[in-house]
């Protein structure tokens, strides 16, 4: 670790050094970030070290309060968000709502405990740490909008279905840079667990509807 952090130090000291009184430049300050946390925790699977360098999208969304989004930028977000797009291989989006009540709740998977992977079957969507959706669950976030009654108010019919499928696999299709997860496109979520979360929204059965 204290090899890691020397490197670190001396990369940032360089930067410095070589932005002489202006200090490094927003990329350095990225990559000097990117390979802090990237070496924070080593051992760990590439993928989730890999997780610590932006990808072009997010570099584009990560900046200054204030600095806009141009539309050239927004555009190319969002066709990126169009092609990032895959759909279960039978074909329906939505699936079984009781599983995607698992889901929503759930926030397992890809974690680091003790220094080491947290070893679990499937990883979880937690929507509810930002959204509100079964009406009697009082454990629920508030950063993201309530979602109860989601199916009652919109329907549940194919168009409803892809949009709510898109939005959950790449909130940027529809919203560029906003602050939910790109659960599919990030491969955090299969197409199929997509699925169970989208029946658990529109499902009229689904706790979200029945109030």
Known sequence: MMRNVTLVCGF????????????????????????????????MPAELTARAHQDADQKICSRPPGDKLTSDEAQRVVAHARASLKYPANGKLAGDWKIGQRLVANGGGLRVRGGRVEKVKENGALCINCHALDPREVN?????????????????????????????????????????????????????QIAHVVAYLVDPQSPVNRN
């Open 12 to 43: 940032a000291c360089a930067a410095i050094v070589l932005g002489c009184a202006t200090g490094p430049s927003p990329e350095e300050t990225r990559a000097i970030g990117e390979h802090m946390v990237s070496e924070a925790y080593p051992g």
């Open 140 to 192: 629920s976030g508030n950063l993201g909008p309530e979602l109860i009654g989601y199916g009652a108010k919109r329907g549940h019919t194919d168009a409803i279905v892809k949009y709510t499928y898109e939005k959950i696999y790449n909130s940027w299709l529809y919203f560029p840079c906003s602050n939910m997860p790109r659960l599919g496109a990030n491969g955090y979520l299969t197409p199929e």
